[in-house]
């Protein structure tokens, strides 16, 4: 069964290419975007050879343990503005793990969603501007879902960090990849469709774990204190040591829950 198949009626007509394996899903919504496909295009896998995480770092994407895929869509904003929907992103995939597994998701500010206290999944948004302007042309966002633990675990650089939805034991439906990406499409565009409105950083900050606590920033110049609040943009809102209030972008910095 298509994944077209599976979404609500509003969503059947939008551009879905699925792929059993791929290099990166991003790489191909890029590629569509330059050649002038239309939003609201979504590219699927099951596996990526070369997934993208933020910073430039890889995404590990094995076969028959997860799910990938990546919008290509049109919003008029500035690159700035893009960014958001890394939050949109963010929120949509939590309800859809809740949908689909009953597990409770958290964010870890601003990309990762925790699932067991654990990342079960990483957010990348890639935006290209009209040339001559600072609007955007076209953006990508794209997440991968660690639904099972793969065969002999995750490899040792991500094996603190890095777990699955589905918990050894767990009943799986064979279609819950499909399912997942189902409903995580149909949230993220429910709320894609209204993101002017901001509405949706209201749960954004409900999920996050981050707010209360120490963190230190992982970028230069480091910077600790206490997250205390994000605000209608997505920016972390940061009362440091000092006592002074710090506005992170997270285009500019990475974070870290102090021991």
């Not at 290419?17 to 791929?22: L, M, Q, S």
């Not at 995939?93 to 990342?119: P, R």
């Not at 290209?128 to 650089?157: H, M, Q, W």
């Not at 960090?161 to 993220?188: M, S």
Request: charged share 25%; proline share 3%.
């Amino acid at each position: 069964m298509n994944i077209a198949d599976l979404l609500p009626e509003r969503y059947k007509n939008i551009n879905i290419e699925e792929h059993e394996t791929i290099g990166s899903t991003n790489d191909r919504a890029l590629e569509l975007g330059k050649e002038g496909a239309g939003e609201i295009t979504v590219v699927t896998a099951l596996s990526q050879t070369a997934g993208k995480g933020r910073r430039g770092r890889s995404f590990y994407s094995p076969k028959g343990t997860g799910v990938y895929l990546s919008f290509l869509l049109r919003p008029e904003c500035s690159a700035e503005d893009a960014q958001r929907l890394t939050t949109i992103a963010a929120v949509a995939a939590a309800g859809a793990v809740k949908e689909v597994s009953g597990y409770e998701a958290g964010i870890k500010w601003v990309n990762d969603v925790y699932v067991h206290g654990k990342k079960v999944c990483g957010i990348l948004t890639e935006a290209r501007l009209k040339a001559g302007s600072c609007i955007t042309d076209y953006v990508v966002c794209g997440i991968g879902f660690n639904v099972k633990e793969p065969e002999g675990g995750f490899p040792d650089e991500i094996g603190d960090v890095a777990g699955a939805i589905l918990r050894h034991g767990d009943i799986a439906d064979e279609d819950v990849c499909q399912k997942l990406t189902c409903a995580f499409i149909a949230r993220f565009l429910d709320i894609y469709a209204a993101w002017p409105s901001k509405e949706y950083i209201k749960e954004y900050r409900r999920l996050s774990f981050l707010l209360g606590q120490k963190i230190h920033t992982l970028s230069e110049p480091k910077i600790c204190g206490i997250a205390e609040d994000i605000d209608d943009d997505g920016h972390l809102m940061l009362r440091t040591d000092a006592g002074n209030m710090v506005c992170l972008d997270s285009g500019e910095v990475s974070v870290r829950i102090d021991d």
